[in-house]
Structure formats: C-alpha cells, structure tokens
C-alpha cells in the first residue's frame, strides 16, 4: 500500500440486542394489568425480563416493545428500576400482534446489531448461562437458536373438539423427539428479518419467529434449556415463580 492510499476503515464491531415483545394483555392470568407489568417479588415481571437479558454481557441493548398506548408507562418503569448501565434501553410502542411487535422492535435496531435474541417477557427468570448459550450458537453460525426442554409428558395429537368434551386420538408422537420451546431465540439478524418480510401468517400473527425462520429455509437448531425459564401465563405459575424467586434471594442473600 503507497503512503498515499487512505486508511481502511476499521469494520464495527457486531453487537447483540434482545428484544422483548411486551404489548400483550395476559388474559389467562385473569383482567386487570397487562401480564408483563404483574408484580413478581415485588417488581414488575418485565424488569425481571430485561434484567435476565442485559444479565449477559454480550447483550449491550435491550429494545421493549410496549403496548401501543403505553409506551411513556413502561419507559417511566424501566427508568425507574436499577438496571446495569453497561445496558442501552429503548421502548417502542407496539403492534396490534406479537408478530407485529416484534417487527417494530426488529425496526428500532441499529445498523451494527447482527445477533438478535427475541425474549417473553413473561419468562421472567431465564438462567443467564440460557442466555449465553443462545447468543454462542448463533455466533457460531446457526440462523437460528432455539433453547427447549425434553418433554415430561406424553403427547397424544387430537382431534380439537367441543371444549369438556371427549377428544379422539389421531397419534402419539414419540416424546424421545420432542422439546418444549422456551425463550430467547437467537437469530442471525438478516435470518429474522427475511422472515418477518416473507412469511405470511394469518389469525393473531406468528408467536414462535424461530417458526417463520424455519419456513424461510433456513436450518434451526436447539440448545439446552432451563426448568427455570418457564412461562409464566397462568395464577399457579406466578406461585412457582414466586418461589423460585424467593429460592434465588435466600440463596444469593439479598
């Protein structure tokens, strides 16, 4: 190189963010406040969320996407909660669906952010280690990283029918083949993004973008999940988790 040709630019370095889409109301825990704004431990399970998020070190932003008319609100909530300043946070207003949220979480991303975890907020107590894993698997090369759990139980397919009533029996998957999926999927950025752009999904939207990733083409692989990462979307689960909870500061001291 002559002393006179330019200086090749330094490329960035690729950064990770989590989005966290928390627009929805959480009906099957009863009505009132929106399920990601319950108090677990006396804190909102949304900041618990986050925090399990920017826990890790390689997440240096953290996007919620809130309900479309409570943006200001969950700003104020996370401005108001102690969280690591290593962390960048911002808050979107939503969509009418999950799917829709988290393409407007997708739009509010930087240019240098190629690794993208997509988290329930209504997981409020993933493991960091989970986390970790995620972000290694598609930094490894993966499209697509899915943390899921073995299956406790049989799994019988059924044919839908009238609710309380019999159901007849159409297969038995076998359980040896099956996980349970639990949150953040990871994702090499232009993978979820080709997704949201090309995959129709009719009714309420997509609820699993490892799902749209995987209709794309795109080859999606599991990582180990964590008992502890379970979603909270019924009354008895807020009771385990209140107890794992309370497990965690008994052990941790504080």
């Known amino acids: 190189m002559s002393p006179m040709s330019p200086t090749p630019a330094e490329p960035s370095p690729s950064r990770t963010a989590a989005v966290i889409p928390a627009a929805g109301r959480g009906v099957r825990l009863g009505p009132g406040t929106p399920k990601a704004l319950r108090a677990l431990g006396g804190t909102p399970m949304l900041i618990h969320a986050v925090r399990a998020m920017a826990a890790s070190r390689a997440v240096s932003l953290v996007v919620v996407v809130a309900p479309p008319d409570g943006a200001t609100e969950v700003k104020n909530l996370i401005d108001g909660h102690a969280l690591p300043e290593r962390t960048d946070y ?50 490894d090369g993966a499209p697509a990283v899915v943390p899921a759990l073995p299956l406790a139980d049989t799994v019988k397919e ?3 029918g009238e609710p309380g009533r019999p159901e007849p029996v159409l297969s038995t998957p076998v359980r040896a083949r099956l996980r349970a999926v639990q949150t953040p999927q990871g ?9 949201h752009e090309s995959v129709a999904v009719d009714g309420e939207g997509a609820t ?47």
Do not use: C, W, Y
């Open 90 to 139: 911002v808050v979107v207003p939503g969509g009418a669906t999950r799917q829709e949220s988290v393409k407007l979480g997708l739009d509010a991303l930087p240019e240098d952010v190629s690794v993208v975890l997509v988290h329930d907020a209504a997981r409020p107590l993933v493991p960091v280690d989970t986390v970790d894993a995620v972000i290694e698997a598609v930094r």
């Open 158 to 160: 059924v044919e839908p």
């Open 187 to 195: 994702f090499a950025r232009n993978a979820l993004v080709l997704a």
């Open 208 to 254: 699993d973008d490892a799902g749209m990733v995987e209709r794309t083409g795109s080859p999606v692989v599991v990582v180990p999940g964590h008992e502890e990462a379970f979603k909270v979307t019924r009354p008895l689960d807020l009771v385990l988790a209140e107890a794992v909870l309370a497990r965690r500061r008994a052990h941790d001291g504080f």
